[in-house]
């Protein structure tokens, strides 16, 4: 395992605008997902009809991750993080189509960065969208908690969907154990 001042020495080299604080508490984010890993086993894998998910056991429960489209994620993420295409002209928008059967601009969300935006925007669908991570926690094949988080942009880094896989999973094992609490008052 890489050491937290190696972490952090390349996180201020390849991030400039970095303070030394953030980059320190990522250094050791980086070193506390790795342990988890390694003393889980966690590792994704990719089913038959090429849906990703991983399946560990933890505190007692199986958990398993999986990654789902999230067919609303451009209405609820997309749009406030990106911008929107309309009909209609806005301040610092940019010019889309003149075809009448697609909308005339795109409104960044974040003007100091439409370009940017745009280009991104118009990538949605062809290049990357918007995916659910859902985590079961069971026990004997018994589903009894679940967590999620939507609106994750695909082309994330893996480390980024296994952090949020754990965050989840610590979520649904809360609520497993209070499940198990009021059905058999145990746990």
């Not at 997902?33 to 399946?55: K, M, P, S």
């Not at 933890?58 to 999230?70: C, I, V, W, Y």
């Not at 969208?129 to 999620?148: F, K, Q």
């Not at 296994?162 to 999973?169: L, P, R, Y």
Request: glycine content about 6%; overall charge negative.
């Amino acid at each position: 395992m890489e050491s937290k001042a190696n972490i952090y020495r390349v996180l201020r080299q390849t991030y400039s605008f970095m303070t030394a604080a953030h980059a320190w508490a990522c250094a050791q984010a980086e070193i506390d997902l790795a342990r988890r890993v390694q003393a889980t086993g966690f590792e994704w894998q990719t089913d038959a009809r090429y849906n990703e998910f991983a399946t560990w056991e933890e505190a007692g429960f199986t958990l398993t991750a999986r990654k789902e489209l999230d067919e609303l994620g451009w209405e609820l993420v997309g749009r406030d993080f990106l911008g929107t295409f309309q009909e209609l002209w806005a301040p610092h928008a940019i010019h889309h189509s003149d075809d009448p059967r697609i909308l005339t601009w795109f409104v960044p969300a974040e003007p100091d960065y439409r370009h940017e935006n745009y280009r991104r925007a118009r990538s949605y669908g062809d290049d990357w969208h918007y995916v659910d991570v859902v985590v079961t926690a069971s026990r004997e094949g018994v589903v009894l908690g679940e967590a999620r988080l939507c609106g994750i942009e695909s082309d994330s880094d893996e480390s980024h969907f296994t952090t949020v896989a754990f965050e989840q999973a610590d979520e649904a094992i809360a609520f497993a154990h209070t499940a198990l609490k009021n059905l058999c008052g145990c746990h």
